[in-house]
């Protein structure tokens, strides 16, 4: 083949020669536009979100600014600067939802002085309370459900005054959108979404429908690219965590294909149902222990098969102790903490003593304690609020005096031994020390040294106090 030098010179000569009038083009095109920057920034509208509840409205509203913010809106910090707010709700207790009708009231000012500012409930109260809230709230102008983020945008941009869109979905899991996260050590991932176990004190099937489940491959694509952003650490969300059923895909096969995700350094997961714990799941933490991190919350909520029952939990104490020890053969150093209600309608002392008798054989790591609050629409409601508000204090004082004693215990049994700890942050008391967390969920302090977030190290544990371990060379 014969190459022509000359011409090939000459088509460079006025290929270079085109690039350059486009470069200078475009330079004068942007320096000139430059002073209008701000002006063009500010054209796009500020939102600003309040997140109230679980989890798993923390990761909604990290969906909601995803979508949001690749479009023309800009995050604020305060409500007082923004063009819409939204308020991402929770209906789990009374206390919530008070909380959000007296934070409606707050805002109502900003919305007076500013009648095109746009102000929307979303979540699981919106789900509850729907039209009710823009009847008593008509200042409020967007009410939606769970399964309705897709279509903020359209909503926004709407010209109604009020809109209302709580239409459940059998299949919204919110797959090929990426949540915008906060800088950190810990990526969440919700992989399903709603609940069909229909305890009978609880409002959320009917906040946000029934269960279903992303694929195994948009949650590891999910995974990968949060990876790829510097998060080390995935906790993979649920109402029930491990109910996961994609096509038959269940949840340990998930947990499998995660742990060959390059870059992970440890894998969590909340919250499981007691129902779906079974041999296989804890195969899985034994053999990727401690990748799959040896922690387990399992929800207790009541110790009286009586109780239990009311509560249509699906097990009995026997069954439940049963799984605690099946849990501890296989990983015996796990941790294991646990929701618990008190003053359930109709429950008794003798109830009572049964929770304090599984707390007992148990020995918690950590419990998150509660006093039964009942929740309109739910079947429990029908059976009124029986024991007084009385007994349930006096109830849950008892519990919480047991729980931090075990809590103590079960640091304490620590003491002496090298742990893994994932570093997390500076100390929240002292700039010389750094705080991590233990793959049995335990937050331990140390000597700050030369370690950085994110770093995984092993150090050994010298004292316990309150709800904290320490790894100081001193002690
Ligand atoms: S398992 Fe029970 S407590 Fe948990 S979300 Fe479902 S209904 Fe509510």
């Known amino acids: 083949m014969v190459v022509n030098i000359t011409d090939y010179r000459l088509q460079l000569r006025s290929h270079d020669f085109c690039l350059l009038v486009f470069v200078s083009w475009f330079l004068s095109f942007h320096f000139l536009l430059l002073p209008y920057l701000p002006i063009f920034r500010s054209m796009k509208k500020r939102f600003y979100i309040e997140t109230y509840g679980c989890q798993m409205n923390e990761y909604d509203s990290e969906i909601l600014t995803g979508i949001l913010q690749s479009h023309d809106y800009i995050l604020c910090n305060s409500a007082e600067e923004a063009d819409v707010i939204l308020l991402n709700t929770c209906s789990v207790r009374d206390n919530a939802e008070l909380k959000i009708h007296s934070r409606l009231g707050e805002l109502k000012h900003l919305k007076d002085n500013n009648p095109d500012l746009k102000l929307g409930?979303?979540?699981?109260?919106?789900?509850?309370?729907?039209?009710?809230?823009?009847?008593?709230?008509?200042?409020?102008?967007?009410?939606?459900?769970?399964?309705?983020?897709?279509?903020?945008?359209?909503?926004?941009?709407?010209?109604?005054?009020?809109?209302?869109?709580?239409?459940?979905?059998?299949?919204?899991?919110?797959?090929?959108?990426?949540?915008?996260r906060k800088e950190g050590v810990n990526a969440w991932i919700s992989i399903m979404r709603g609940c069909d176990k229909f305890c009978s004190y609880c409002i959320v099937p009917y906040t946000r429908g029934r269960e279903r489940s992303?694929?195994?491959?948009?949650?590891?694509?999910?995974?990968?690219?949060?990876?790829?952003?510097?998060?080390?650490?995935?906790?993979?969300?649920?109402?029930?965590?491990?109910?996961?059923?994609?096509?038959?895909?269940?949840?340990?096969?998930?947990?499998?294909?995660?742990?060959?995700?390059?870059?992970?350094?440890?894998?969590?997961?909340?919250?499981?149902?007691?129902?779906?714990?079974d041999e296989e799941l804890m195969r899985m933490h034994a053999e990727y222990k401690p990748l799959i991190a040896n922690h387990i919350h399992l929800p207790l909520q009541a110790g009286s098969d009586a109780v239990l029952k009311a509560?249509?939990?699906?097990?009995?104490?026997?069954?439940?102790?049963?799984?605690?020890?099946?849990?501890?053969?296989?990983v015996p150093d796990i941790g294991i903490t646990t929701d618990i209600i008190v003053g359930f309608p109709e429950e008794t002392d003798a109830d009572f003593r049964e929770t304090l008798k599984v707390m007992e054989y148990v020995k918690y790591d950590n419990a998150?304690?509660?006093?039964?609050?009942?929740?309109?629409?739910?079947?429990?409601?029908?059976?009124?609020?029986?024991?007084?508000?009385?007994?349930k204090s006096a109830r849950l004082t008892e519990l919480i005096v047991m729980q931090k004693a075990h809590t103590l215990e079960r640091l304490r049994q620590m003491i002496g031994k090298d742990v893994e700890i994932l570093v997390e942050a500076r100390s929240k008391k002292s700039s010389e020390e750094m705080r991590g967390r233990t793959a049995c969920n335990k937050i331990v302090v140390f000597p700050k040294g030369n370690y950085k977030p994110k770093d995984l190290i092993t150090r050994r544990i010298t004292d316990a106090q309150g709800v904290t371990l320490f790894s100081r060379p001193n002690n």
């Open 121 to 180: 409930v979303v979540g699981c109260m919106a789900q509850n309370l729907k039209k009710e809230l823009i009847d008593t709230k008509p200042y409020v102008n967007m009410i939606l459900g769970p399964d309705s983020y897709r279509d903020i945008l359209k909503h926004l941009g709407a010209e109604e005054t009020h809109i209302i869109d709580t239409k459940l979905s059998k299949f919204e899991v919110y797959d090929g959108l990426f949540p915008a």
């Open 214 to 277: 992303r694929s195994i491959e948009s949650i590891v694509d999910e995974a990968k690219r949060s990876i790829d952003q510097g998060f080390v650490e995935i906790t993979l969300l649920g109402q029930n965590v491990n109910s996961f059923d994609h096509e038959g895909d269940k949840f340990p096969a998930l947990l499998k294909a995660l742990t060959k995700v390059d870059g992970l350094k440890r894998l969590r997961y909340t919250s499981p149902h007691p129902q779906d714990v």
């Open 311 to 330: 509560m249509n939990r699906t097990y009995s104490q026997e069954h439940y102790l049963q799984l605690v020890d099946m849990i501890r053969k296989y």
């Open 368 to 391: 998150y304690t509660f006093k039964y609050s009942p929740r309109p629409y739910t079947k429990a409601f029908k059976m009124g609020d029986t024991v007084s508000e009385l007994d």
